[in-house]
């Protein structure tokens, strides 16, 4: 997905407060998150943002709930990725935040059914612990893939078998991953 999908498909944020996730790193780390995430994925400061906010928000879920198996929404995945490049404040975080090591485990394996509506379950049971959702980064987090990764669901990007989706590979790859411990 080209930036400017990434830009047209979150909606504004009014309150900036709803970065109530950034606390769980240290102010220098979150400055180095978001950097990486706005030069690799040429998006706004303010987007880049939210993206690790709600990385570390999905976090904290998969620690709080380890046997959870939640599953990142496409922006989501994003932040995660670029929090895993920092591999010791990675560990050291997911130490601290779950007392073990929170794996990235694609679900990738051929023939295997990972089931629909990953991401909308994941958000609802964020919502139930009173983690802040910032829905437009879970929910309309794809435009390219909208008829695939939305809403309440993530269907697998094709698993339809509609043959017409030019994003099947993208869509499965991130909707479809989940947290292990």
């Not at 909308?120 to 139930?128: H, L, P, Y």
């Amino acid at each position: 997905m080209s930036a400017i999908e990434l830009q047209s498909a979150v909606q504004p944020v009014e309150d900036r407060s709803r970065l109530s996730n950034k606390v769980l790193v240290s102010n220098p780390l979150w400055d180095r998150l978001v950097t990486r995430v706005q030069q690799d994925e040429g998006v706004e400061h303010e987007l880049a943002e939210r993206i690790m906010d709600q990385a570390l928000a999905f976090l904290k879920l998969c620690g709080r709930e380890p046997d959870g198996d939640y599953s990142p929404s496409p922006l989501v995945d994003v932040g995660w990725h670029t929090f895993i490049l920092y591999t010791r404040e990675y560990g050291a975080f997911c130490e601290r935040l779950t007392g073990t090591f929170v794996h990235h485990e694609p679900s990738d394996v051929p023939g295997v059914d990972y089931g629909t509506g990953n991401v909308g379950r994941t958000v609802v049971a964020m919502k139930r612990l009173g983690i802040v959702v910032d829905e437009s980064v879970w929910l309309n987090a794809s435009a390219s893939c909208s008829s695939y990764c939305s809403g309440d669901s993530c269907s697998g990007g094709g698993g339809d078998g509609d043959p017409g989706c030019k994003h099947v590979s993208k869509c499965s790859s991130h909707c479809r991953n989940t947290c292990t411990h």
